[in-house]
């Protein structure tokens, strides 16, 4: 197995010189389409039909953000919701013919919005009281859509199995994970692949064998509702093992949908044995597969080939983004052969859909449902004396994120046992949105769910001063080295190492400096503990997420310590329930800057 990753630069250069190449393509290829239609009377000799693919869609159905109430915007021009990629899918369909068209999603579905959240949480589609649950607005979407099949994603677990097993009920298309095995029987726990026929007048249909691949991290971001009922193996290991099978079935074209991104890296470092993002692997090492839907990493991919090293065809791959941001369209030409199809010319690219309209049918059957989150989302739970903005979070010690801190440390004080509670007790936490802010003035459910957009639940962890600072130094890596006497740029400061904001984790509860001057690793000055240096075998317990606690985006030492306190309650319902209570957000109540960057010792802000 290549340990070394994709060269991210050398890829996304190739990606947008091939992007080019298909618009050029595609026309040649829809012309091959119509003079075969064009000869009804002569046996088909050559047929073309498309793949469309959709990824992290997060529950995003129409153009809304809720966290602002409006509809959604970016610098970038995007609409966001399967609303408009719909009509995308409605326009290429009319043009190639509806029997010419797959669709396929390669999940994270059920979890990502507040939309998201109200049906799975406020009325759960499970039911609650013995009453029947509503049917999931993703699932009335998709089923409209006509998806043929949809792999899991990592978040389709957040909320539970049960949760999961019910959206899987309300859908037409099976959902696929061909390594997602049941924890005692280690048989597939959901369809590891489907097969659809493409009818072709006049000879043999088409068999498209479509094999549905999750991700790995699975076991560890979601070990709580996973353990002992599920396991995750790896990506190339499960391929490995069927697309024989599908071969042997008789397909002629073998896609793979896969919840892993293609550039061979792990965010969890060796805490797994299986690869994290792995399409490429996949598409290297494992004979017989012509094209691969990729998702999980939320980035724009048209078109991008691997060659199998075993039999040097090169396998297509195509990741749309996330959100409906895009739409991958695979197309296929086949020549039939001695009686089987067999592909001979294939290309991928990816359609934006913010230039066209929302279907009007989604728009009839989910208005409703709309309606109810937005007047959910608007719910008035308390005041906030001064406005409290997310903007510095990523380099300077707000207010804002020292709520998250107070509700997160409060929480797990209350729960510890009288040992644990003689111990000292900090708080971790990241900004994941910059854009968040809490406004003067009335306080509503979408402005602190637009500051904690996870569906985290909290944990509280022993960890050493020694362990403490490791932690610390991983977070540190967020930073760009900037040296001593030269200006700061907060455009380029930050997301060194691919580490995302949602990554860097920030401590209160102890103060100390980030010498951004330095180098990864020693960065980390004058920690200390109420005011005394932190000593290396004093022991802490850390209020931190699930998601951190588990193991995700690789911390030290968090994923195999001591738990004094787990909840199963999400922080973000945790700080709803704080202003609810106290009336009131007044960060004189718990605003304190305890860190700060420097440069050898300087202080930069």
């Not at 050398?10 to 190449?21: D, E, I, P």
């Not at 193991?551 to 202003?579: C, F, K, W």
Request: charged letters at 20%; one cysteine or more.
């Amino acid at each position: 197995m290549p340990t070394s990753p994709l060269d991210r630069r050398a890829f996304l250069q190739k990606s947008a010189v091939t992007t080019a190449a298909v618009a050029a393509a595609g026309q040649l290829g829809a012309g091959t389409a119509e003079a075969a239609a064009r000869t009804p009377h002569k046996p088909n000799r050559t047929w073309s039909f498309s793949i469309l693919g959709t990824t992290d869609l997060h529950s995003h159905v129409f153009d809304w953000d809720y966290y602002k109430d409006a509809a959604y915007s970016d610098k970038a021009g995007n609409s966001v919701g399967v609303a408009r990629v719909a009509t995308l899918i409605k326009q290429q369909r009319a043009a190639k013919g509806e029997d010419r068209v797959l669709l396929v999603d390669a999940g994270d579905i059920i979890q990502g919005t507040s939309l998201a959240y109200y049906f799975a949480r406020v009325d759960p589609i499970t039911g609650t009281g013995g009453k029947h649950g509503p049917r999931h607005p993703m699932a009335t979407a998709m089923n409209h859509m006509r998806y043929d099949a949809a792999a899991l994603g990592n978040h389709e677990f957040n909320y539970g199995i049960e949760v999961l097993r019910r959206f899987e009920e309300q859908c037409r298309f099976p959902l696929l994970g061909a390594n997602a095995l049941d924890a005692k029987t280690l048989r597939p726990a959901f369809e590891p692949y489907t097969v659809k026929r493409i009818r072709v007048p006049g000879a043999p249909d088409i068999k498209v064998g479509i094999l549905g691949l999750t991700n790995p991290g699975i076991a560890l971001w979601d070990k709580d509702n996973v353990s002992g009922r599920m396991v995750f193996p790896g990506l190339v290991e499960q391929a490995k093992k069927y697309v024989p099978r599908m071969r042997a079935l008789g397909c002629d074209v073998v896609f793979l949908t896969d919840h892993s991104g293609l550039d061979g890296s792990s965010s969890y470092g060796d805490a797994l044995p299986y690869v994290e993002n792995a399409s490429n692997l996949v598409a290297e090492q494992v004979p017989g597969i012509d094209a691969i839907l990729v998702g999980h990493t939320h980035v724009e991919v048209p078109s991008y080939t691997v060659k199998n090293a075993e039999s040097g065809e090169e396998v297509l791959l195509s990741e749309p983004y996330c959100w409906g941001y895009r739409l991958s369209v695979f197309d296929f030409e086949l020549e039939l052969r001695h009686g089987r199809w067999h592909v001979t010319d294939k290309k991928a690219q990816t359609l934006n859909p913010a230039s066209v309209d929302e279907d009007p049918e989604i728009k009839r059957l989910l208005q409703a449902d709309h309606e109810l989150v937005v007047k959910y989302v608007n719910t008035t739970v308390g005041t906030c004396t001064q406005d409290l903005s997310a903007a510095e979070s990523c380099w300077k010690d707000v207010p804002i994120m020292d709520f998250i801190h107070k509700v997160q440390a409060d929480t797990v004080k209350a729960g510890l046992s009288a040992a644990d509670a003689a111990l000292p007790l900090i708080s971790v936490a990241a900004p994941f949105s910059r854009t968040a802010d809490i406004p003067q003035g009335s306080v509503t459910i979408k402005d602190i769910a637009g500051l904690y957009i996870y569906d985290n639940t909290l944990y509280g962890k022993k960890l050493t001063g020694a362990q403490l600072r490791d932690y610390l130094e991983y977070a540190a890596k967020y930073y760009h080295q900037v040296p001593a006497g030269t200006a700061v740029d907060t455009a380029t400061l930050t997301n060194a190492n691919s580490f995302w904001d949602y990554m860097y984790d920030t401590a209160a509860g102890v103060s100390y400096d980030i010498d951004i001057a330095r180098p990864e690793g020693s960065r980390i000055a004058n920690l200390t503990y109420q005011g005394a240096p932190v000593a290396d075998d004093q022991v802490f317990v850390v209020a931190v997420n699930n998601y951190r606690a588990n193991g995700g985006s690789g911390y030290p030492h968090i994923a195999t310590a001591d738990i004094a306190y787990s909840s199963t309650n999400e922080i973000r319902q945790l700080m709803i329930d704080y202003v609810t209570e106290k009336k009131s957000l007044d960060p004189a109540d718990f605003a304190a800057a305890n860190w700060r960057l420097t440069q050898e010792g300087t202080p930069v802000f």
